[in-house]
């Protein structure tokens, strides 16, 4: 790639100092002089916005090409976005706006902002990781022979220091040299300042020796080139030596004190009225202190030289020293994270930045080169060229229905095994855009009919040894270009940031897959901020949880999840079931693949008043518990009904007393306690309820709508409960929090017992554990009794 020129470096000079302008002005903005209605704090990021200003404006106004993508550390949010403004890709109302309602978000967001955000940040460390699965995708994208017309793009992160602490940068880190990482960039903002205070001495070399340990290249940008040719000067070498050996925190406190200070100190420390004293002498206060903040990072040719040289074949971390701070009054303070220039201080940098009064927001004020130069410089920006960064997939054609064979008693983790196996059967493209992972439970939840088929994903094949060797066994360990699964490392926070990734390709690399993802449902909550995440930026997928609950029973009291079923109903952009069935799930999946697809209107539908047509992702929450099957037509009703989120699988008859709604794997317990109580109550009414979430969402969705005046709006489960008198009780169960399901007697007004798992951690058989924690059939009844007495409890269940 071609050096930058020095007239372009010029250019380059005056847009860092644009870029540094407009992000402070912002900020300042938006905390001063914007009306706040509220009193409460606005903030924004002056000092750690600075710290990132050279970097940038090298990257995006020269290193960057547009197929690059880019997590921004998030709170250098300003400058990102002040640079997509000088690119004409960011509008001054948004900039005017910043923080505040349909402004120019906090922190870049692919969803809420408008200026072409390519992953979503602010959780430190999850941009970051993002970046690594980014690439790995894109490896796999092109192994597959899709996506060759364009050429490679460079996954980039920019790095907080402090953001390093966080463990899910490391787990990426391991997992990257597990599956033969290139192209990708972190950039780490070596500030050595943290929100709190400065960071530990000599962190640079742990860095740099992690990140060599798993085949990175470690550049390292500390001194400037104004340090570097006052290096060459006679005693230049003391400087420098004085310079390494200077601790952090005293670092920033000279650098924030200025050039007075670094005048004392370094007279006091290596002054030898030699050379060293000369060097330092030849400076006035300013030039000094223009020296000793002159490091690596911000230094645009040294900057520039180090992205231009980095190999693409192999990742790369650059070390950049620089200043937290840089060019503002509070350079360097240790209290300077949230700390906002004063009014006073404003005023003071306006001036020396050449903006007058009424022309902060004009992009060229107050620069030297000359305007038509700048704007012929911005239009032949590289980055900038393509007319649409943010791509676009076709949407893959799915068939309407999965054929699985049904056995008579069977779980829904082996209906899972055994759909993923008929789709493995079939060559067609629907087949080979879904790709599967998992974080080292492939086999346990029964991914392993599928991988046998299609094979582990490698860029470099590796064959099955046991294999080669004749040994016996189930399953075909065998790597592949071809292949598509990617087996995983246990740490699930990777699963979902690969699922994040994957689930963006249509978007980032222009090729649409299917993902999907499996692990135990108890371990979504180790990894559940990266889940978050992938759904805030709109990642597609889905997610495979098994085994689930207390039903894993002598699986382990530890393994047992109660919570899930929660997230699964407030987590924003996913959808979640729980199907009891495999026919059920097989409507689910079926579904789901379309689903993950969508990208439509937000118009409700106003059959279920879900907003279906925004697509969202798929969460499924799964159960080893083998149970006897339904023998049933699958009609397009009932399959639209168990999409809907719930179904009637026995109708409450007018004098009905009583109903039960269940979901998932205690399906048997709920039959026999609606059979026990069939004894002597008629018409009990028994409720498949496959998604809480989507009748939940159907339920607020048409309330809202009917507050609006659209008085004939009902949602499913609106529809399904005006059969059932109002006299009736409501016993709602499942395996999982109660709460997830005891709503439903608010919807239509019904009494309601909510049976369910609050405390967790015994092992145990099935029906101990269900007795223990009172979801079994005598619970029900019980429940029952109590909300609707019906005559004496006859008909409990024999304990044993
Ligand atoms: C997961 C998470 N925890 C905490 C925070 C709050 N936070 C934002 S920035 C920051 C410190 C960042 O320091 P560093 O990465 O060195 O960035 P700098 O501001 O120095 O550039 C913290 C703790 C966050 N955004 N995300
Ligand atoms: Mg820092």
């Not at 606005?42 to 970097?55: C, D, K, R, W």
């Not at 070390?319 to 840089?326: A, E, L, S």
């Not at 901020?529 to 997928?541: E, V």
């Not at 382990?556 to 069935?581: K, N, R, T, V, W």
Request: hydrophobic fraction near 40%.
């Amino acid at each position: 790639m071609a050096k930058s020129t020095t007239s372009s470096l010029e250019v380059l000079a005056a847009l860092e100092r644009k870029v540094l302008w407009l992000a402070s002005w912002m900020i300042h903005n938006a905390n001063h002089l914007r009306e706040n209605t509220d009193g409460l704090k606005v903030g924004g990021h002056q000092a750690s916005s600075a710290s990132l200003a050279t970097i940038m404006t090298a990257l995006y106004f020269d290193v960057l090409r547009p197929q690059d993508r880019v997590a921004v550390k998030p709170h250098a949010s300003p400058i990102f976005h002040a640079i997509q403004y000088l690119l004409g890709n960011q509008s001054r109302e948004r900039l005017e706006a910043f923080r505040g309602y349909k402004g120019a978000q906090s922190y870049p967001s692919r969803t809420k902002d408008a200026d072409d955000v390519d992953f979503s940040t602010g959780s430190v460390g999850l941009g970051v990781a993002q970046t690594l699965f980014s690439s790995l995708t894109q490896d796999y994208v092109r192994a597959h022979g899709w996506g060759l017309d364009r050429p490679d793009g460079r996954m980039v992160a920019l790095v907080g220091d402090a953001e390093l602490d966080e463990g899910n940068i490391f787990e990426s880190l391991l997992e990257g040299w597990k599956q033969g990482l290139r192209n990708c960039w972190w950039i780490v903002d070596y500030n050595r300042q943290s929100l709190d205070a400065v960071v530990r001495e000599g962190l640079w070399e742990r860095y740099q020796q992690l990140f060599a340990n798993f085949g990175w290249n470690v550049v390292i940008l500390k001194y400037g080139s104004l340090q570097q040719a006052a290096f060459k000067e006679p005693g230049g070498e003391t400087l420098r030596r004085w310079i390494d050996n200077c601790p952090n925190q005293l670092y920033s406190a000279l650098v924030f004190a200025g050039g007075a200070a670094w005048r004392k100190r370094l007279n006091d420390e290596i002054g030898d009225q030699g050379d060293v004293s000369k060097l330092i002498e030849r400076r006035s206060d300013e030039q000094l202190a223009a020296l000793m903040n002159n490091l690596g990072g911000h230094d645009l040719p040294s900057v520039l030289e180090a992205f231009h040289n980095a190999d693409p074949e192999k990742p790369t971390c650059f070390i950049c020293y620089t200043v937290k701070g840089f060019g503002l009054p509070f350079a360097g303070h240790k209290d300077n994270h949230a700390g906002l220039m004063t009014p006073q201080q404003m005023e003071t940098f306006r001036q020396a930045m050449g903006v007058r009064p009424g022309h902060e927001w004009d992009k060229f004020e107050g620069l030297t080169v000359p305007t038509e130069k700048l704007q012929r410089f911005l239009e032949h920006v590289p980055f900038a060229s393509a007319s649409a960064r943010r791509l676009t997939a076709e949407t893959l054609e799915v068939p309407d229905s999965l054929s699985v064979t049904i056995q008579p008693v069977m779980s829904t983790q082996t209906g899972f095994g055994a759909i993923l196996n008929e789709i493995g059967r079939g060559a067609g493209e629907f087949t080979r855009r879904i790709v599967t992972t998992s974080p080292d439970v492939t086999v346990s939840t029964n991914l392993g009919p599928w991988v046998n088929r299609r094979g582990l994903f490698a860029r470099q094949a590796m064959a099955d040894t046991f294999k080669n060797e004749h040994i016996p066994s189930t399953f075909n360990w065998e790597f592949s270009p071809k292949g598509q699964h990617i087996e995983l490392g246990i740490a699930e926070m990777n699963l979902f940031i690969l699922l994040s990734a994957l689930g963006l390709s249509h978007s980032v690399h222009g090729v649409r897959l299917l993902p999907i993802g499996t692990l135990y449902d108890p371990f979504i909550a180790r990894g559940l901020d990266a889940l978050n995440y992938a759904c805030y930026q709109d990642a597609r997928f889905m997610l495979v949880a098994t085994p689930s609950g207390i039903t894993l029973a002598g699986e382990g009291g530890a393994h047992q999840s109660i919570a899930e079923p929660l997230i699964g109903l407030a987590q924003d952009g996913l959808a979640s079931f729980e199907p009891a069935y495999v026919d059920e799930l097989a409507a689910i999946m079926a579904w789901a693949f379309s689903y993950i697809q969508k990208n439509g209107e937000v118009a409700p539908s106003e059959v279920n008043w879900l907003r279906d047509e925004t697509g969202g992702s798929v969460y499924l929450r799964l159960s080893t518990r083998p149970i006897e099957q339904i023998k049933r037509d699958m009609t397009a009703e009932l399959r639209q009904q168990i999409v809907d989120g719930a179904y009637w699988q026995r109708k409450p008859g007018p004098n009905c007393q009583v109903v039960v709604a269940y979901a998932g794997a205690v399906a048997p317990e709920a039959i026999e306690a609606v059979g026990l109580m069939a004894e002597d109550r008629r018409d009990v009414g028994l409720l498949a309820v496959t998604s809480a979430d989507r009748l939940n969402a159907g339920w607020t969705a048409a309330q809202r709508a009917r507050e609006r005046g659209l008085v004939h709006a009902r949602s499913h489960i609106e529809r399904l409960l005006v059969e059932v008198p109002a006299h009736c009780g409501l016993v709602t169960v499942l395996d999982g929090h109660p709460a997830t399901l005891a709503w439903l007697g608010a919807v239509a007004g019904h009494r309601v017992r909510p049976l369910g798992v609050e405390h967790f951690g015994q092992t145990g058989s099935l029906a101990e554990l269900y007795r223990h924690y009172g979801i079994d059939a005598n619970a029900i009844v019980a429940a029952a009794q109590a909300i609707a007495p019906g005559r004496p409890i006859r008909h409990l269940k024999a304990l044993p």
